[in-house]
């Protein structure tokens, strides 16, 4: 089975060959390359080539392609800071209210940001080398909808917001926007080559708003996202970061195919709740990938492998971004570790 039909067969709940490889690694994949994030963030070709790089020395089955968490911030006008060795990030002390953001959004259209060009360009240079060489490739749309307009607002301002009664239709209408653009980077990342978008609402998880926000905010959101992506025959990825034990039930009702789920959030719950839903990327944690001898990460590896063999169902890797300074030989002992028991 190649790499490509390995993770598209798993991404239908199939059984492939073995459990497939995939590391959110751009991090670790610019300072392995001697590149600066400053450097990375930049240039289209430099992103190509560190990932590639990265993908020929751990013979990974596919590609992540990520910059940072602010690629849809900064193209919808929030403030954001980039700094030369640490990847951007948005400000959360932001100018605008709610109902400015709002109506600023109404204009936005990300092909006009030179940011968003220059992620699509590398999208774009990569898909040629994957279909070339039996890669799978994952393009990130950056934010989901909670989570873009949490950036955009400021995590303290709209965490103040959500339990406001008297903010309920300013929130929806922000939602309502922030939606709109997660779709067109969607659409944008596709058309660019990916054979699968995915997006980050990590600030839906139960370790950041409670289950009743995220049922009143997320999820509706959540819904028509992954409705409309199926209409356009988009397959595509959530990672939620933190505990999610107490809404898995609910997000096996989004119509999303596939969650990315980190260390916190108890993987056999998962594998329960979601089985017939979605499938599952992760969960290894990166700290223990980043600071763990290989033999404890290939023992790591092991339970989870254990836990899914031959029932199809995960691909697996780190739950989150792998930290820059990750030892390669732990990344060698994940890929040993998938060959040996997947």
């Known amino acids: 089975m190649s790499r490509i039909e390995r993770i598209q067969t798993y991404l239908t709940g199939a059984v492939p060959d073995r459990i497939p490889v995939m590391t959110h690694n751009f991090l670790m994949a ?18 190509a080539k560190c990932l590639i790089d990265a993908c ?53 259209d ?15 240079q990569l898909s040629e080398w994957c279909r070339k060489n039996d890669v799978f490739l994952r393009a990130n749309a950056d934010q989901g909808p909670f989570s873009l307009g949490c950036l955009l607002v400021g995590m303290e301002e709209f965490m103040m917001l959500l339990p406001d009664e ?14 709109r653009i997660c779709l067109q980077m969607h659409q944008l ?7 699968m978008t995915s997006y980050g609402n990590s600030s839906e998880g139960c370790s950041v708003v409670s289950p009743g926000i995220f049922r009143k905010y997320g999820l509706p959101f959540e819904i028509r996202l992954n409705r409309e992506l199926k209409e356009r025959g988009i397959p595509t990825m959530c990672h939620i970061c933190g505990w999610t034990d107490p809404i898995l039930e609910d997000l096996a009702r989004t119509g999303c195919p596939a969650y990315e789920f980190d260390a916190k959030t ?11 839903h979605f499938v599952i990327s992760g969960n290894l944690d990166p700290v223990m990938l980043a600071s763990a001898e290989p033999d404890t990460v290939r023992e790591e590896a092991k339970k989870l492998l254990d836990l899914f063999r031959g029932e199809g169902g995960l691909m697996i890797g780190p739950g989150c971004a792998l930290a820059p300074d990750t030892p390669g030989a732990n990344i060698h002992a994940l ?8």
Do not use: F
Not at 74 to 91: K, R
Not at 189 to 195: F, L, N
Not at 268 to 276: L, S, Y
């Open 335 to 342: 890929i040993d570790a998938a060959h040996e028991w997947g």
């Open 110 to 124: 990300l092909l006009k940001s030179d940011r968003i060009r220059i992620y699509l360009d590398a999208v774009n």
């Open 56 to 108: 020929r020395t751990y013979e990974t089955d596919g590609i992540l392609v990520d910059v940072d968490t602010a690629l849809l911030s900064s193209a919808c006008g929030a403030l954001v800071v980039y700094p030369e060795d640490i990847a951007a990030v948005t400000l959360d002390k932001q100018s605008r209210s709610i109902q400015q953001i709002t109506e600023d959004l109404a204009e936005v």
């Open 189 to 195: 990342c596709y058309e660019a080559g990916g054979h």
């Open 166 to 179: 008297e903010e309920e239709e300013n929130l929806n209408a922000l939602m309502e926007q922030t939606l």
């Open 266 to 276: 108890d993987i056999c719950k998962v594998k329960e709740t979601g089985r017939g």
């Open 30 to 47: 610019a300072r392995q390359a001697g590149v600066t994030m400053a450097q990375y963030r930049e240039r289209a070709d430099v992103i």
